[in-house]
């Protein structure tokens, strides 16, 4: 059940840092209990909501903080220092709101970014499983004999929804993809908590069912109208916040070894020291987990600028090449940091660090299963293929716009 929210006003992008970390403070006390692992995450959700922090994307022209992609991203990392999948649900709050901004400005809009500020949330209802591949949307939009607009099909791994106000979702009909934002209580709609994986929980990235829902006639394009493409960076948007999750889940694993090093493991027999924290070898492990760390926050950073950058001069060609190749780049080694850290410390850590009671393999499974999210083999397909053979890098959103563009002249074959 959603409650009434009353959302702080962050007034500045350093406040909004201090607050992310006190937030975090609060989510990680809640996440080192094994037995939250399987609970909705409502507390933490509203504690991101109270706290101001779900509103600090939201423009000045809106009456927003209009913080800048670096604090918004470190925001998302600090805050999945403390849990991943919470992370994750701010992660997708901050893709699905980007759109508002750039809706017609109306009484629409103007509730929305209402919402916003007032700690609502977004989610998502973008993908489906089954479909031959990520474009075949069962999910459809029909026109009735009355006139109407109606939506039937069902949606999976929609993060967030279940605990958001309003759930951004895809789907096919016969003028091309079209894109819908549905109020939680819009008849015919039905949210399910059904996210089982073994990781990465508290995204409750289930089931959305849409059974004749009626859609406002705004969201349906006009015969003839041009498809609008997507930027050729448009992915990096909710790419480098997947990276600030995997960056905050390796930093936190991080912690939580050598917290446990120091005050819980036992030096191995051989070591002839007093503390297992004073074993060269363990000592030299931790080094390398760190390099890894520091790694991703770094190339992350360093992403962060450039997008920051980018967003001032978007026409720009070297600078869309530098922000594909930096998130790029901040994926991969985020996916290495969190995976590597997260699995190989409880070799470092003893039998005993495998206890429930310590739930240290969260970092683990939240990293393992969010770091499917797409395969890092491509996001290095498109560095290497740069600098090997010196094709422009892109993401999959270039087979996006292409498949978008074969739908439109397939929906409207005399534009």
Same mark, same amino acid.
């Given at each position: 059940?959603?409650?009434?929210?009353?959302?702080?006003?962050?007034?500045?992008?350093?406040?909004?840092?201090?607050?992310?970390?006190?937030?975090?403070?609060?989510?990680?006390?809640?996440?080192?209990?094994?037995?939250?692992?399987?609970?909705?995450?409502?507390?933490?959700?509203?504690?991101?909501?109270?706290?101001?922090?779900?509103?600090?994307?939201?423009?000045?022209?809106?009456?927003?903080?209009?913080?800048?992609?670096?604090?918004?991203?470190?925001?998302?990392?600090?805050?999945?220092?403390?849990?991943?999948?919470?992370?994750?649900?701010?992660?997708?709050?901050?893709?699905?709101?980007?759109?508002?901004?750039?809706?017609?400005?109306?009484?629409?809009?103007?509730?929305?970014v209402s919402d916003i500020l007032n700690?609502?949330?977004?989610?998502?209802?973008?993908?489906?499983?089954?479909?031959?591949?990520?474009?075949?949307?069962?999910t459809r939009v029909e026109k009735t004999?009355?006139?109407?607009?109606?939506?039937?099909?069902?949606?999976?791994?929609?993060?967030?929804?279940?605990?958001?106000?309003?759930?951004?979702?895809?789907?096919?009909?016969?003028?091309?993809?079209?894109?819908?934002?549905?109020?939680?209580?819009?008849?015919?709609?039905?949210?399910?908590?059904?996210?089982?994986?073994?990781?990465?929980?508290?995204?409750?990235?289930?089931?959305?069912?849409?059974?004749?829902?009626?859609?406002?006639?705004?969201?349906?394009?006009?015969?003839?109208?041009?498809?609008?493409?997507?930027?050729?960076?448009?992915?990096?948007?909710?790419?480098?916040?997947?990276?600030?999750?995997?960056?905050?889940?390796?930093?936190?694993?991080? %912690?939580? *070894?050598?917290?446990?090093?120091? /005050?819980?493991? $036992?030096? =191995?027999? +051989? #070591?002839? &020291?007093?503390?297992?924290? @004073?074993?060269?070898?363990?000592?030299?492990?931790?080094?390398?987990?760190?390099?890894?760390?520091?790694?991703?926050?770094?190339?992350?950073?360093?992403?962060?600028?450039?997008?920051?950058?980018?967003?001032?001069?978007?026409?720009?060609?070297?600078?869309?090449?530098?922000?594909?190749?930096?998130?790029?780049?901040?994926?991969?080694?985020?996916?290495?940091?969190?995976?590597?850290?997260?699995?190989?410390?409880?070799?470092?850590?003893? %039998?005993? *660090?495998?206890?429930?009671?310590? /739930?240290?393999? $969260?970092? =683990?499974? +939240? #990293?393992? &299963?969010?770091?499917?999210? @797409?395969?890092?083999?491509?996001?290095?397909?498109?560095?290497?293929?740069?600098?090997?053979?010196?094709?422009?890098?892109?993401?999959?959103?270039?087979?996006?716009?292409?498949?978008?563009?074969?739908?439109?002249?397939?929906?409207?074959?005399?534009?």
């Amino acid at each position: 059940m959603i409650t009434p929210i009353t959302a702080a006003v962050i007034s500045s992008e350093e406040e909004a840092i201090a607050i992310a970390h006190q937030v975090a403070e609060d989510i990680a006390a809640i996440a080192r209990d094994a037995s939250e692992n399987n609970q909705i995450p409502w507390r933490q959700a509203e504690r991101l909501s109270q706290s101001g922090l779900t509103a600090i994307f939201v423009p000045r022209h809106l009456g927003g903080l209009g913080a800048s992609i670096k604090t918004v991203v470190d925001v998302v990392r600090i805050i999945s220092r403390a849990d991943g999948g919470v992370g994750q649900l701010l992660q997708i709050h901050n893709v699905m709101i980007r759109g508002v901004f750039t809706r017609p400005d109306d009484a629409f809009r103007q509730r929305l970014v209402s919402d916003i500020l007032n700690g609502k949330r977004f989610g998502n209802a973008l993908a489906e499983t089954g479909g031959k591949n990520k474009f075949a949307h069962n999910t459809r939009v029909e026109k009735t004999a009355d006139g109407k607009y109606v939506l039937n099909g069902r949606k999976f791994y929609s993060t967030g929804s279940y605990l958001a106000e309003w759930i951004s979702l895809t789907a096919s009909s016969d003028l091309g993809p079209v894109g819908v934002l549905l109020h939680r209580d819009t008849p015919g709609l039905t949210l399910v908590d059904d996210w089982r994986a073994f990781g990465q929980q508290h995204s409750v990235s289930g089931t959305v069912i849409f059974d004749n829902v009626t859609v406002d006639e705004r969201f349906i394009p006009k015969p003839g109208s041009p498809a609008r493409a997507m930027a050729r960076t448009g992915l990096t948007w909710p790419q480098i916040l997947h990276a600030a999750i995997d960056t905050g889940i390796a930093r936190g694993a991080l %912690a939580a *070894a050598t917290d446990y090093l120091r /005050n819980h493991s $036992r030096p =191995w027999v +051989d #070591a002839d &020291v007093e503390r297992a924290a @004073d074993e060269p070898h363990i000592i030299k492990r931790i080094g390398e987990y760190a390099v890894a760390v520091r790694g991703a926050e770094a190339l992350l950073r360093y992403a962060a600028d450039i997008f920051d950058q980018h967003l001032l001069d978007p026409d720009n060609t070297e600078l869309q090449d530098e922000l594909i190749l930096a998130v790029a780049s901040a994926r991969a080694q985020s996916d290495h940091a969190s995976l590597f850290v997260s699995s190989d410390m409880f070799s470092l850590l003893g %039998a005993s *660090a495998s206890l429930t009671k310590w /739930n240290l393999d $969260r970092f =683990w499974s +939240d #990293a393992r &299963v969010h770091t499917t999210h @797409d395969p890092i083999r491509w996001r290095l397909h498109h560095v290497g293929n740069y600098y090997l053979n010196g094709v422009p890098p892109d993401e999959y959103g270039a087979a996006i716009r292409a498949k978008r563009a074969e739908l439109a002249a397939a929906a409207n074959p005399d534009a």
